[in-house]
């Protein structure tokens, strides 16, 4: 599953801050590349303006720099441009930004709920989405009053 970040808006900086302090966007895509190695996935950040210090992108991570465009319309556009955009999660804290990427067909999710997806574990997962399924089915059985031992 593709992961799309909203960059500045994750590290809380402005892109002239970030740029005279370029050791909080490191430290953010070095957290990024630890996740992709250790979940998978194909992880892409968008930041505001130009690179302001061209180097290689951490492993697992590939970086855009929006300009002269801001990264919102960057993400939307892109959205708009590729066939599969139901496949796409935005992660961004940016709620107006998540509803017009919801618009436009993606899923969202704001940065704790995937630092917490991620810091789960695979297994947790699947007990936590096995307890849900059943849970559900159970629901639907009340809900259609339904008998289990003859449905």
């Known amino acids: 599953m593709p992961y799309w970040f909203d960059g500045n808006n994750l590290i809380g900086q402005s ?10 966007r490191r430290a953010f895509l070095s957290t990024l590349s630890s996740y992709q190695a250790s979940r998978g996935g194909k992880f892409l950040v968008y930041f505001d303006g130009d690179d302001p210090e061209p180097r290689k992108s951490p492993p697992g991570v590939a970086v855009r ?8 319309e960057a993400i939307l556009r892109h959205l708009n441009e590729i066939q599969c955009s139901s496949e796409v999660i935005v992660v961004t804290n940016d709620r107006e930004l998540m509803a017009r990427c919801r618009n436009s067909g993606a899923s969202t999710i704001s940065w704790s709920e995937f630092d917490s997806k991620m810091k789960t574990s695979p297994a947790r997962r699947k007990r936590e989405k096995d307890l849900q399924d059943r849970v559900d089915v159970e629901d639907w059985i009340k809900y259609f009053g339904l008998n289990k031992t003859n449905s």
């Open 65 to 72: 720099y929006s300009s002269p465009l801001s990264t919102d």
């Open 15 to 24: 892109a002239a801050a970030a740029k005279a302090n370029p050791m909080i």
